[in-house]
């Protein structure tokens, strides 16, 4: 309002006015302290809430290094498995020309064959011992 029209305003016609805006005053007021209660739980739900993320946070961090130590005791195994492999493959039999299985003859030591026929003679091996 104008100052021209507040000043031909009666006394009565202002205190009137200030008795509304007294009355918004005290409404906001209440409104404000409603909303800082509204807001204050709301915090609180936010830290219960962010604590046991933090809690599953911690427990997901432990899952995922218990994964990593079980994924590299599997590799671990693997090439353990794979050395394995390797050493078995130089293990097998020899296999012929024709692709068929040629078991390979040990040689015997000389002691061995002294307990076979009582006589001490020694064995060598021939190219054609160890491939039948």
Avoid: F
């Avoid at 200030?18 to 302290?33: D, F, G, M, N, Y």
């Avoid at 994964?67 to 039999?93: C, F, G, N, T």
């Amino acid at each position: 309002m104008a100052e021209k029209e507040l000043r031909r305003l009666k006394r009565r016609e202002l205190l009137q006015m200030l008795l509304v805006q007294c009355e918004e005053t005290e409404r906001l007021s209440q409104e404000t302290e409603e909303i800082k209660e509204r807001m204050e739980a709301v915090m609180q739900s936010y830290e219960r809430l962010k604590k046991k993320l933090d809690i599953k946070d911690e427990r997901l961090n432990q899952k995922d290094k218990q994964i990593a130590d079980l994924k590299r005791k599997i590799e671990e195994m693997k090439s353990a498995e794979e050395a394995e492999q390797a050493a078995a493959v130089r293990r097998r039999p020899w296999i012929s020309r024709n692709w068929q299985v040629v078991p390979i003859q040990r040689r015997r030591t000389d002691a061995e064959q002294i307990r076979e026929d009582g006589k001490e003679t020694r064995i060598t091996a021939a190219a054609g011992d160890l491939y039948g």
